[in-house]
């Protein structure tokens, strides 16, 4: 049976659907606070979290679910990159678990991650001006469907900023380099790096008695891929061998419980963006007019389709 579409419980900040038995996906609600998915995994005698969502009341509610489900508080939080949207909660789920990451991603977290808060701590007027910005924006745009988008990232901003005095960053105390096995009566979780793609340092969860994987951003279900911070050769050649793994269901990194064909959608966003950008310099035209494909004009995330085209834009100029 396809659990996928069955919301088991909703709370204020996600919707609990059941990946596998055992293994739920907490996916976000739009505009609360929680931005990113997240999992919990019941490993037997203990529990796994993967990624701790943007705010730190979406990740009570996320331990509050654990406890409902497998009866246990975290013992395990993996961080499946830096990106605040998967690592900000992390201080609800310590000193009980201990949080994972790769030894690259706790770095970028505990030197750019850590001064990028000092900075919105010391001067969150800038934040709120770019706010406003985005507020005005919003009033001047007439596409519905990216006027709902830019009303929630509006709203999920203004709730983090409101988290923000209270935010105690919490960097992961257990690293990895390649592979982390955790081991339970009920079910092993791998814990697998295969470098970085969407960014820098890329992890994921793979439960290979379930063949399910909890991907991080390297997997998003109906959403543009962000390449802000990504290499697209690197995040192509991840998927490949993400590919070569036994795999049916995947929870993504934004959008609903998926499987491998959101997996190959990716790699076909990225190139297919990249192949319209390379035409665009061989033709010595700009990028400004390049449209969305007609395959990803549905897709959530759509501001960040220009940024992507420029991401590529910048790399493949150089």
Request: with cysteine; proline share 3%; glycine share 8%.
């Amino acid at each position: 049976m396809n659990k996928q579409a069955v919301t088991l419980i909703e709370y204020g900040h996600f919707r609990l659907t059941e990946a596998a038995d055992g293994v739920f996906a907490a996916i976000s609600i739009p505009g609360t606070g929680s931005v990113g998915n997240a999992a919990i995994i019941d490993l037997g005698e203990e529990t796994l979290i993967v990624d701790t969502f943007t705010t730190i009341g979406a990740a009570e509610e996320l331990q509050e679910a654990a406890i409902r489900l497998t009866g246990k508080a975290a013992s395990y939080v993996v961080n499946t990159h830096w990106h605040s949207d998967h690592t900000s909660g992390n201080q609800v789920f310590v000193p009980k678990a201990q949080i994972i990451s790769t030894s690259a991603a706790r770095e970028i977290m505990r030197t750019f991650g850590r001064q990028r808060l000092q900075n919105q701590l010391a001067d969150p007027d800038a934040v709120y001006q770019a706010l406003d910005g985005l507020q005005g924006s919003i009033q001047k745009e007439t596409d519905e469907r990216l006027k709902q988008e830019m009303q929630w990232e509006h709203a999920s901003d203004l709730q983090y900023m409101d988290m923000l005095p209270d935010l105690v960053y919490t960097l992961p105390n257990v690293t990895f380099e390649q592979k982390l096995s955790l081991h339970g009566s009920k079910r092993t979780a791998e814990v697998l790096t295969y470098g970085g793609g969407h960014t820098q340092s890329d992890a994921f969860v793979y439960l290979p008695e379930e063949k399910v994987a909890v991907m991080g951003d390297l997997v998003l279900a109906k959403h543009h891929p962000v390449l802000l911070h990504a290499n697209p050769q690197e995040w192509l050649h991840i998927l490949e061998q993400v590919e070569q793994l036994d795999i049916e269901t995947i929870i993504p990194g934004h959008g609903e419980v998926c499987s491998v064909r959101e997996l190959h959608e990716i790699k076909g966003y990225i190139r297919e963006i990249t192949a319209l950008v390379a035409e665009a310099i061989r033709s010595k035209g700009g990028i400004d007019g390049i449209a969305v494909p007609k395959a990803y004009r549905d897709w959530y995330f759509a501001t960040y389709f220009k940024s992507n085209l420029q991401k590529i834009h910048s790399l493949l100029s150089q």
